[in-house]
């Protein structure tokens, strides 16, 4: 077992943290950017988590380290490597392929912390888009057209379903009952 201070004992088999430097929050972010498409507010969680675990380890204050954290990632944001709009128009065309409604991605891209009037801008909800979404969201759950079932005495059901998934009721009734088919 590894000697820390504090009277912390170190985890089995989890090494300790490394020594926040600002060289060491660089490489640190350009090694997750080369793995992961994230906003600014992601790439600072997950910088700001780094130095609060070496902190704890080291018995350091992480607050001395934020103003280090805002500068990687604003450096990070000058030179190209990390844009939210970028991120916000990826994520929400793979969300609205994957049967998402205009508020599920609106709220995914949210909690990711893309600012508010991006997110509006990025997810404009209209009918042809949330239609589509709602078809795929439907097929891959089995409902409605899709369903293996008794389609009268599950339409209620299936309508809740896509209902809970953010989708209108008209667009849930129209996909369920069959006048949302077209692919």
Known sequence: MTSMQDGEAALPGKPAPRRIDAAY??????????RYSVPAAQLQRVLLRKVERSCRHYGLDPQ???????EVVASCVASGLVDDRRFAEARAQSLRRKGRSARAVAAGLASKGVERGLVAAVVVANDD????AARVAAKRKRLGPWSRGDRTELRQKHIAALARAGFSLAI?????DGAGEGG
């Open 64 to 70: 001395s380290f934020r103003v280090t954290v805002d």
């Open 129 to 132: 888009a949330e239609l589509d």
């Open 172 to 176: 849930a009734r129209a996909v369920i």
């Open 25 to 34: 929050l660089r490489r640190a972010a350009l090694h997750y950017l080369e």
